[in-house]
């Protein structure tokens, strides 16, 4: 089982849709994650922490389920800039600093 | 947060050479890490890069291929050597300024083996 598993998509939505992406993690020690959005052919950058009771950033919502172990990222009213990959991401833990990615799920946005 | 220059941003070099890229900070940072992100794929951790002493390198990356310095606490280089068309890749230094803070990283280095 891989650590930190995503759908890899691609996910094709219209402009102004809603659309979600999961994710689950292995190590329940994790304490740490992660939104990253990686553009083609960039490196990846922060979107969002995901924290326990949950945040919201303009139109990304996170969830954290540690029960579970599930991670989400809500878009609402999708642009046609949010096209990209998004990984998600946990630390490893014994305080290392490491951080374990997922594979990515791709969205295009479409007009 | 951190601003991080990593260079060269893209080279194409000859089969069994070796290539150095460095990893500049603008201010001093708790940890370095280096990835390899091959075609199609994500990232994947080579080493920590350790200031004043030997990286620790993840499962399957060794220090004869993928030798690191860290000098001090705002500059590392990683060298891929005696490359091969396999080591064809993007190559990525991160930082994390403070416990329990996420990774940042630097712009890449796109790397091509004929």
């Known amino acids: 089982r891989k650590e930190v598993e995503q759908d890899p998509g691609p996910f094709n939505v219209p402009e102004g849709a809603t659309v979600a992406f999961n994710c689950t993690y292995s190590n329940s020690a994790s304490q740490s994650f992660f939104w990253y959005r990686q553009d083609c052919r960039k490196e990846p950058k922060l979107l969002m922490s995901v924290y326990s009771s949950g945040n919201e950033d303009g139109r990304f919502t996170a969830q954290l389920n540690r029960a579970s172990q599930y991670i989400s990222l809500l878009i609402r009213d999708s642009k046609l800039s949010d096209s990209a990959t998004y990984l998600c991401?946990?630390?490893?833990?014994?305080?290392?600093?490491?951080?374990?990615f997922g594979q990515g799920t791709t969205l295009q946005v479409k007009p | 947060s951190a601003v991080i220059s990593q260079k060269p941003s893209r080279d194409i070099c000859q089969r069994g050479t070796s290539l150095t890229i460095q990893c500049q900070v603008d201010s001093q940072v708790t940890m370095m890490f280096w990835y390899r992100q091959q075609p199609g794929q994500s990232l994947t951790l080579i080493a920590t890069a350790n200031q004043g002493s030997e990286a620790t390198y993840e499962s399957g990356f060794v220090i004869d291929k993928f030798p690191i310095s860290r000098p001090n606490l705002t500059f590392s280089t990683l060298t891929v050597s005696n490359m091969s068309p396999e080591d064809s890749s993007i190559y990525l230094c991160?930082?994390?300024?403070?416990?329990?803070?996420?990774?940042?990283f630097g712009d890449g280095t796109r790397l091509s083996i004929l």
């Open positions: 991401v946990v630390n490893k833990p014994s305080n290392t600093g490491k951080l374990i």
């Open positions: 991160s930082v994390v300024t403070g416990g329990g803070q996420p990774q940042h």
